[in-house]
């Protein structure tokens, strides 16, 4: 039963996350709400394993996602879950898109495609941010501006906001080797 709840999960994740690994963000919080398999917490560490491995971010959260559900029958049924839609819509685009192509409807759809997928990843920014920087039961404890944020995240984003506007073509996995090596010397 578990194996398809996760197939039907991650189906219905890799059908609607139109704009990239990002937009699979609202998805499994809605799957972390519903089955409790992970919690929103193990997003978070989710979303940095899969921006430090290779391989689209969706993709490796799917897999991260099914592996902790499941463990390896897990992670290949949450994959194959989120990778078949896109299979399966690329070869209908592909075989009608000539056809379509130069079709005014077509051709609005997606631009009101765009502008729902910029509105999908900041969602997901905005979660990243809510779990990474703010923390929100200190506030409710205390009501105290000065708990709302976690001070070593934003002195790390603070770091690599300069890093990146100081060093413009810094490898993105300096980058991120780099932000692994902070977190572990501060947790030391």
Do not use: C
Request: glycine share 6%; net charge positive.
């Amino acid at each position: 039963m578990i194996y398809w709840q996760l197939f039907l999960s991650f189906f219905k994740t890799g059908l609607f996350s139109v704009g990239g690994g990002l937009a699979t963000l609202p998805f499994l919080y809605e799957i972390a709400d519903r089955y409790g398999w992970f919690t929103k917490q193990m997003l978070s560490d989710m979303l940095a394993v899969s921006e430090s491995t290779p391989g689209p971010i969706g993709v490796n959260m799917a897999t991260y996602a099914g592996f902790v559900t499941k463990g390896v029958p897990g992670a290949l049924m949450a994959t194959f879950a989120l990778v078949l839609p896109s299979v399966i819509v690329i070869l209908l685009v592909a075989k009608f898109m000539k056809k379509f192509r130069e079709n005014p409807l077509v051709q609005h759809a997606f631009e009101g495609i765009r502008p729902a997928v910029v509105a999908i990843v900041a969602v997901a920014v905005l979660e990243v941010v809510r779990v990474s920087v703010l923390n929100l039961p200190a506030y409710e404890a205390s009501h105290q501006l000065l708990d709302l944020v976690r001070p070593l995240p934003i002195a790390i984003l603070a770091v690599f906001l300069v890093i990146t506007n100081v060093w413009k073509k810094l490898h993105p996995i300096a980058m991120i080797a780099l932000g692994a090596a902070i977190g572990i010397v501060m947790q030391l």
